[in-house]
């Protein structure tokens, strides 16, 4: 064998050759831990000896095998794939893999084939796959682009041998994504590939329950939808392997993998990032920002905007399980009535159904529960039911099973018999919605309930798909790979079928082991279309499994927390990650679902949770260290005081809806962030890089909620530059970033409008419906040279397709010169025509005005001399015009 030559690199230079001859001689001397990249990840545990069979290197650290730094780990001359001569393409480039030596899994594919598709100016696509046998591919819709861009922000680097790939940000020369440290393994169910990390500044990766700012310090993330109670280190409901990472100087990229299968991803502090997945193919797209804002926007580009929630769907929801009855259920919306705290959605857990079984209603509960739904439309409130898609296998006369057999519409085990679990109605089948026959099975019986029960929503649970049992009623093939395939990555539960189907379970497209992941957007795509057919209004989901775009069909919340403070903090990183992975409509279950609330933690979760993008408060009927049921936790279980404090925390947030409804609709046309961190906004101050106890409404709007027993203030981090307090108008004004200690008696949550920021609002009243009717509003927050711009979009609320026919109307509004304009930049809202501008505060005038002129005519106002605000009320003005309001 005549001698060859490796080049190795460091980033993207290639800096050193190594002659290799006939023999293989391992390159152990990496004298840095953290720049040794894992060879045993096996649960075992490596040893020596199995190390060594593997070719690598075996040096002991003092942190341990498991999740710390390796004591095996490649050698810099691992045998791996070379590259063939990259060919130029219309799309951008390909080039053939190909490797001699077989790695240590079974079933290597010894060619590859690499294709680099220069999609856009900010963003790089490429994949590598088995060019002779078709793999599977994730089937979301996702961008098809056959030309490669004009112009790029980002360079591509190839060494051929041994293979890597470098992506690098032009402006700077920075590799953000860089695969020279260690090998590429691409066995038929055993695929790894690393790359460096820009910074340590990392964020996304979900679903899993931790800190926003990832610790780097060899920590394991997995990715394998699971029914299970939020808990840091353990898999959750969904799968999101999408991140974004900032470097020192504030520039941003994101790394989107697009693979369903079961994955896992180890963080090492090189900075490093592993992959590990277990099928399918290596499919990434690269975003090169360069603000954090940017790199979420053309993530969605990908994978697909959020859709248009309705209006009530921004109200807020109340929901327990263990009501009893419709008229208990009732009761509790009477008293939120009685004591003026806004609501717009009642839910019910699955104690209305018989049997717990879909699409039924328990006997006892029929007649009251029309009368509750009748009473909540004629209050312009609405009804969300929760459906499993566990349908009862066993149940006698059960027409939605019996009909679902006929149709063939249920996930088939190995042998091609309807697989059998079992879920909370007993032993269940489970809808196939890959199959376009369930779809429609799913409507029939969803529109048949409707005639039963007028619901408006719907909420889906129980759809990783969650299994009581593990596997099936008749376990699962044991001889199989895929139930025990060569590496298993480290799964809650231990097992790919702990609480959910077999892996050999047959979809219409596809093994469960490929498609689980997919189960929850599955439903959530049949459901969209499902509401979409029976009410011919926007629908309004919530489900717990979700995948990447699944934002186009609903939102999500976070699943069965307990009620503790610790789970409260939480609520904010869970939130703010999921506006990173395209699904701006979440929350978290408000005072806790597990475990009985307090007075004090729920009157702070409270006033925290009437600022999640989707607010409702939620609990369970279990309290498993107590022989009792949980208590009550709406607001009026608990005292007046408490009651007053929650009225008027979602008062605030009913006048405030006009400027959220707003940013859903920049997250729907542009991909937007609705809920954002403090760093999105001030990305070059390094201060901020960290923060997850805080968060912004948009741009505007800070949010610095109390997370502490028995605090009465809260030391919030204020970014430089002007911010006045919400409700006074209070100055804040820092040339530097820093915490700052803000008064937080047990009935305040410290909200600051940001200075060059101009916030539609209105009135509140109890209901979305009734406050819509109210006079529009401008909240004005001047920055130091006296200017502020903010807009708003409107429209019916509830409609189909308003943008897509033009049924909306916007608005921009700008204070300059000591002037601010309202005019319409579409007028397509037909009732636009009636509505008024009602009232104008201006935060930030320094000296008090002498007059004050509204379209040329001078008007009464006051002027606050302590906190420096001018409001001018009862302006009464024809909104859809040009409206100005001058002060001198």
């Not at 010894?110 to 078709?134: N, V, W």
């Not at 109200?315 to 327990?320: A, I, N, P, Q, V």
């Not at 027409?399 to 519409?409: H, L, Q, R, T």
């Not at 968060?695 to 502490?708: D, E, K, Q």
């Amino acid at each position: 064998m005549s001698k060859f030559i490796w080049f190795c690199s460091f980033l993207y230079a290639f800096i050193c050759i190594i002659h290799i001859d006939d023999i293989y001689a391992k390159d152990c001397s990496i004298a840095s831990a953290n720049l040794r990249f894992d060879c045993y990840p096996e649960a075992d545990g490596a040893s020596q000896e199995k190390c060594e069979e593997r070719g690598c290197c075996w040096q002991p650290t003092k942190s341990g095998i498991s999740d710390g730094e390796p004591y095996c780990f490649y050698p810099t001359d691992f045998p791996s794939y070379n590259m063939s001569t990259p060919q130029e393409t219309a799309f951008g480039y390909t080039a053939m893999l190909k490797r001699t030596n077989k790695s240590y899994y079974p079933n290597d594919i010894l060619t590859l084939q690499l294709d680099i598709y220069l999609e856009t100016e900010s963003r790089i696509h490429f994949k590598i796959y088995d060019p002779m046998e078709a793999r599977y591919e994730v089937p979301i819709p996702t961008p098809k682009v056959t030309k490669k861009a004009a112009s790029t922000n980002y360079d591509v680097k190839f060494r051929s041998n041994p293979f890597a790939i470098s992506i690098i940000r032009k402006s700077n020369g920075e590799a953000v994504f860089n695969t020279s440290f260690s090998p590429l393994i691409f066995a038929d169910q055993f695929i790894q590939l690393s790359s460096s990390l820009t910074s340590k500044n990392l964020y996304g990766l979900g679903e899993h329950q931790d800190k926003l700012a990832h610790d780097l310090n060899w920590q394991r993330f997995v990715f394998w939808a699971r029914d299970q109670p939020p808990d840091a280190g353990n898999n959750l409901y969904g799968s999101h392997p999408f991140y974004l990472n900032m470097d020192s100087s504030g520039n941003t990229h994101g790394v989107f993998l697009l693979n369903s299968n079961a994955m896992e991803v180890v963080l090492q502090p090189t900075p490093a990032i592993t992959y590990r997945t277990i099928g399918g193919i290596l499919d990434f797209y690269i975003f090169l920002g360069p603000k954090p804002e940017a790199v979420v926007q053309q993530y969605t580009e990908v994978i697909g905007r959020s859709y248009m929630p309705p209006y009530w769907g921004l109200g807020f929801h109340l929901c327990r399980w263990g009501y009893g009855s419709a008229e208990n259920t009732l009761s509790v919306v009477e008293k939120m009535r009685a004591a003026g705290i806004p609501q717009d959605t009642q839910w019910n857990d699955i104690e209305y159904a018989d049997g717990r079984k879909d699409f039924t209603v328990n006997a006892t509960w029929a007649k009251p529960l029309t009368q509750l739904l009748l009473n909540l439309h004629n209050h312009n409130q609405h009804y969300v039911p929760i459906i499993d898609p566990g349908i009862a296998s066993t149940a006698t006369d059960y027409a939605p099973y019996d009909d679902g057999i006929k149709e063939g519409v249920f996930v088939k085990d190995y042998q091609g018999k309807p697989i059998i679990g079992s879920v909370w109605p007993g032993n269940t089948a489970f809808p196939d919605f890959f199959n376009p026959a369930a779809v429609k099975w799913w409507e029939k019986w969803a529109r048949n309930f409707h005639d039963q029960v007028e619901f408006d929503g719907m909420w889906i649970d129980m759809n990783e798909p969650s299994n009581m049992i593990d596997g099936s009623t008749n376990g699962c093939p044991s001889n199989s790979t895929y139930e025990n395939p060569p590496y298993v990555p480290k799964v809650t539960g231990g097992k790919l079928w702990s609480k959910t189907l077999c892996m050999t379970a047959k979809h219409y497209t596809g093994l469960h082991y490929n498609l689980h992941n997919l189960y929850g957007y599955s439903e959530m795509v049949a459901t969209h279309q499902v509401l979409i057919n029976i009410r011919n209004k926007r629908p309004f989901i919530i489900s717990r499994s979700t995948f990447p775009g699944s934002g186009q069909y609903g939102g999500h919340w976070l699943g069965d927390n307990d009620s503790a403070w610790s789970d409260m903090y939480y609520s904010i990183t869970g939130i703010l990650s999921f506006s990173f992975f395209g699904i701006p409509l979440v929350g978290a279950d408000i005072c806790g679902f597990n475990g009985n609330s307090n007075e004090e933690l729920c009157q702070r979760w409270m006033q925290l949770g009437a600022f999640y993008p989707f607010s409702r408060n939620h609990n369970s009927i279990y309290c498993p260290s107590l022989p009792i049921k949980c208590k009550d936790q709406d607001p009026t279980a608990f005292s007046k005081a408490m009651q007053k404090s929650t009225a008027k925390a979602l008062s605030i947030r009913y006048a405030l809806l006009p400027y959220l409804y707003t940013l859903f609709y920049h997250s729907h046309i542009n991909g937007s962030t609705v809920a954002r961190p403090l760093f999105f906004e001030f990305p070059d101050d390094s201060a901020l890089r960290t923060v997850d106890k805080q968060f912004l409404w948009g741009p505007a709007l800070m949010i610095s909620p109390v997370l502490t027993q028995g605090a009465t203030t809260v030391d919030a981090m204020i970014p430089s530059g002007i911010w006045y307090d919400l409700i006074t108008g209070e100055t804040i004004n820092m040339p530097s970033t820093q915490s700052v200690r803000l008064d937080a008696p047990l009935d305040k949550i410290n909200l600051h409008v940001r200075a060059g920021h101009i916030l539609p609002w209105q009135y509140a009243n109890t209901t979305t419906t009734v406050t819509r009717m109210n006079d529009m509003n401008l909240l004005v927050a001047l920055d130091a040279n006296g200017l502020a711009a903010g807009d708003l979009y409107w429209d019916d609320g509830d409609s189909l397709d308003t943008i897509k026919n033009g049924k909306y109307s916007t608005w921009q509004f700008k204070a300059v010169n000591q002037e601010i304009k309202s005019y319409a930049i579409k007028d397509g809202f037909t009732s636009s025509s009636s509505m008024l501008l009602g009232e104008i505060k201006i935060f930030g005038i320094t000296t008090t005005p002498a007059k004050v002129l509204a379209n040329g005519k001078q008007v009464k106002f006051t002027y606050d001399s302590q906190y420096k605000v001018l409001t001018v009320t009862n302006l009464r003005l024809p909104f859809n015009k040009m409206n100005s309001l001058v002060w001198s």
